[in-house]
């Protein structure tokens, strides 16, 4: 583990004693994050085989709705057909 490894463990160990909850998932592979444990105050760290990182806020945006068709747009609202009625509407990711 070199020097920045290390800074980016100290960062996620503390953000977990913090009690913000940390994401995990089998080094090197494209597969989802998971998290969670049965011993809520141990986490068995692997850094060797795991890779580690604090679970990221939602995502919140805002995006016209055409009321009548459902179409959802980013761009401004002067750039979207005049024909419609738009509404700006907030999303949040699902998690």
């Given at each position: 583990?070199?020097?920045?490894?290390?800074?980016?463990?100290?960062?996620?160990?503390?953000?977990?004693?913090?009690?913000?909850?940390?994401?995990w998932?089998?080094?090197?592979?494209e597969?989802?994050?998971?998290?969670?444990?049965?011993?809520?105050?141990?986490?068995?760290?692997?850094?060797s085989?795991?890779?580690?990182?604090?679970?990221?806020?939602?995502?919140?945006?805002?995006?016209?709705?055409?009321?009548?068709?459902?179409?959802?747009?980013?761009?401004?609202?002067?750039?979207?057909?005049?024909?419609?009625?738009?509404?700006?509407?907030?999303?949040?990711?699902?998690?």
């Amino acid at each position: 583990m070199n020097k920045a490894d290390t800074e980016k463990a100290v960062e996620v160990m503390k953000a977990w004693l913090d009690g913000k909850t940390v994401q995990w998932k089998e080094a090197g592979l494209e597969v989802a994050w998971s998290e969670g444990n049965s011993f809520p105050n141990e986490l068995a760290w692997d850094w060797s085989e795991k890779e580690y990182r604090i679970k990221p806020e939602p995502m919140e945006i805002e995006v016209w709705v055409d009321e009548i068709s459902g179409l959802r747009s980013l761009l401004p609202k002067d750039d979207l057909p005049k024909l419609t009625q738009w509404t700006k509407k907030k999303f949040r990711e699902i998690q």
